[in-house]
């Protein structure tokens, strides 16, 4: 347990911070899911809604230091990938 202010002060605002980065990553992989469910069906309008969704969100979360900006770019790119594979099919 922290001893000093300071210290107390970091671990409140770990678990504050914790427990916001445990929301948006969640948020991000529902809305990942969505973009990929959408592709599956080959629903062009679905798909193209949920990817923009799903864009926006994994970019926001890079910007917040949720995501590592890598992280978040690899995983817009594999979702874009299976979009323009459905949008063919």
Known sequence: MANHKSAEKRARQ???RNALNRSRRSTIRTYAKEA???AAT????KTTA???KAESALAKGAS??????????????RLAKRAKAAKKA
């Open 36 to 38: 990929e469910a959408a």
């Open 42 to 45: 080959g629903d062009i309008e």
């Open 50 to 52: 949920a990817m923009r």
């Open 14 to 16: 770990t678990v504050k």
């Open 64 to 77: 917040r230091g949720t995501l590592h900006w890598k992280t978040a770019a690899r995983k817009t790119s």
